[in-house]
């Protein structure tokens, strides 16, 4: 079984819970956070865990009442055996999609945000974590010093392997391939960070991040910019790791919206009137135009597929650490650090529906749902 990007991060199975159908014997019962047992604290709980000692081991329940005394607690299901996993679903109009999901439980709800808040407040950790990197490092007289040469080769050699020459010949194509491929920093290597060089290069006039970050596009991506390319990204992002969360990559046809042919997985294979992919991703994944689906790298080579969640993730990162350090918070694209617009990927991504996207909203909502 494959592992899911960044696993010990990100909550995929708490998403894969919401394909699963309901065993008659599941019952959802409150696991503390940093233990991860049982918190049976309840005269109820302590009723509702002794009739289930036959598939529920005391070791599962903490009984720690004097040192464990955390208060944050999330839902996990228990029963003699788990439900089937269903296929994921495709909603909407394309490719004959029909809703067949719905969230039906407030403990469901609490697991959708659960990821939804993990998913935001990673990308915004890992981006204060670079510009902490990056403040440390720009103060380096070595670094200063030589950073001019090593721009000015870092620009040409990553712009060519983004977009191979591919341009779109939109404005600030050359911002979208720095950003596209640029990587971390290497402990122990010395100026290899791309984005360093990014924003030395904005700062020298070079580039104009700003202007890539807030431009908006007209035509099939009228009024937005960079947050067009996030509308698939992020789909294809998460979708990807359910997949292998959900044990599904020997499975096609139960790939939802990237099994072979569909509209989705089409639209990720050429742009619009703005990047849908990143042209060099399509090659590593054999995702172009006019490719045998059956033939492509995504997730049938899942090496290669993670390699291009990996620059996906990172992307995003460095849109959210670009936006912080050009102190640009009413620019971020909305799909990448705003909640409240990442769980209409994310519940599109499980077969959900806009109206279970709008049920989080509810946070007095405690009754199951109809």
Same mark, same amino acid.
């Given at each position: 079984?494959?592992?899911?990007h960044l696993s010990h991060l990100l909550p995929w199975n708490d998403l894969v819970e919401l394909i699963r159908e309901h065993d008659p014997s599941e019952v959802y019962l409150p696991v503390g956070?940093?233990?991860?047992?049982?918190?049976?604290?309840?005269?109820?709980?302590?009723?509702?865990?002794?009739?289930?000692?036959?598939?529920?081991?005391?070791?599962?329940?903490?009984?720690?009442?004097?040192?464990?005394?955390?208060?944050?607690?999330?839902?996990?299901?228990?029963?003699?055996?788990?439900?089937?996993?269903?296929?994921?679903?495709?909603?909407?109009?394309?490719?004959?999609?029909?809703?067949?999901?719905?969230?039906?439980?407030?403990?469901?709800?609490?697991?959708?945000?659960?990821?939804?808040?993990?998913?935001?407040?990673?990308?915004?950790? $890992?981006? *204060?974590?670079? @510009?902490?990197?990056?403040?440390?490092?720009? %103060?380096?007289?070595?670094?200063? #010093?030589?950073?001019? =040469?090593?721009?000015?080769?870092?620009?040409?050699?990553?712009?060519?392997?983004?977009?191979?020459?591919?341009?779109?010949?939109?404005?600030?194509?050359?911002?979208?391939?720095?950003?596209?491929?640029?990587?971390?920093?290497?402990?122990?290597?010395?100026?290899?960070?791309?984005?360093?060089?990014?924003?030395?290069?904005?700062?020298?006039?070079?580039?104009?991040?700003?202007?890539?970050?807030?431009?908006?596009?007209?035509?099939?991506?009228?009024?937005?910019?960079?947050?067009?390319?996030?509308?698939?990204?992020?789909?294809?992002?998460?979708?990807?790791?359910?997949?292998?969360?959900?044990?599904?990559?020997?499975?096609?046809?139960?790939?939802?919206?990237?099994?072979?042919?569909? $509209?989705? *997985?089409?639209? @990720?294979?050429?742009?619009?009137?703005?990047? %849908?992919?990143?042209?060099?991703? #399509?090659?590593?994944? =054999?995702?172009?135009?006019?490719?045998?689906?059956?033939?492509?790298?995504?997730?049938?080579?899942?090496?290669?597929?993670?390699?291009?969640?990996?620059?996906?993730?990172?992307?995003?990162?460095?849109?959210?650490?670009?936006?912080?350090?050009?102190?640009?918070?009413?620019?971020?694209?909305?799909?990448?650090?705003?909640?409240?617009?990442?769980?209409?990927?994310?519940?599109?991504?499980?077969?959900?529906?806009?109206?279970?996207?709008?049920?989080?909203?509810?946070?007095?909502?405690?009754?199951?749902?109809?």
């Open positions: 079984m494959a592992t899911p956070k940093t233990c991860g047992k049982i918190h049976a604290r309840t005269p109820e709980l302590e009723r509702m865990v002794g009739r289930r000692n036959s598939y529920i081991p005391e070791e599962q329940i903490c009984r720690d009442y004097t040192n464990c005394i955390e208060t944050e607690e999330f839902p996990s299901n228990f029963g003699k055996k788990k439900g089937k996993l269903l296929p994921f679903a495709i909603i909407g109009n394309c490719d004959g999609g029909v809703k067949v999901k719905t969230l039906r439980t407030k403990e469901q709800k609490i697991k959708l945000q659960r990821f939804v808040k993990a998913f935001s407040s990673t990308i915004q950790t $890992f981006a *204060r974590q670079e @510009l902490e990197k990056l403040t440390t490092i720009a %103060t380096t007289p070595e670094y200063k #010093r030589k950073m001019k =040469k090593i721009a000015t080769n870092a620009y040409v050699e990553t712009c060519e392997k983004a977009f191979r020459g591919k341009f779109q010949g939109t404005r600030f194509d050359r911002e979208y391939a720095l950003m596209a491929e640029s990587t971390p920093l290497s402990p122990g290597k010395k100026h290899n960070d791309d984005l360093a060089v990014l924003l030395y290069l904005d700062q020298i006039g070079q580039l104009n991040l700003s202007g890539a970050l807030t431009e908006k596009y007209g035509g099939q991506a009228v009024g937005h910019g960079i947050s067009f390319l996030m509308d698939y990204l992020v789909p294809f992002y998460v979708h990807c790791n359910l997949i292998a969360a959900a044990d599904y990559l020997l499975e096609p046809e139960k790939w939802g919206y990237l099994k072979d042919g569909s $509209f989705f *997985r089409n639209q @990720l294979k050429e742009d619009c009137d703005f990047y %849908t992919f990143i042209p060099s991703w #399509r090659t590593a994944l =054999k995702l172009e135009r006019g490719t045998d689906d059956e033939n492509s790298g995504l997730l049938r080579d899942w090496p290669a597929t993670m390699e291009i969640l990996r620059k996906t993730f990172r992307l995003l990162v460095v849109c959210e650490t670009l936006c912080q350090h050009k102190r640009l918070p009413n620019y971020r694209p909305y799909c990448i650090s705003s909640e409240s617009a990442i769980r209409w990927k994310i519940a599109d991504s499980v077969g959900l529906t806009w109206d279970d996207a709008l049920f989080l909203d509810d946070d007095n909502d405690d009754d199951e749902l109809e």
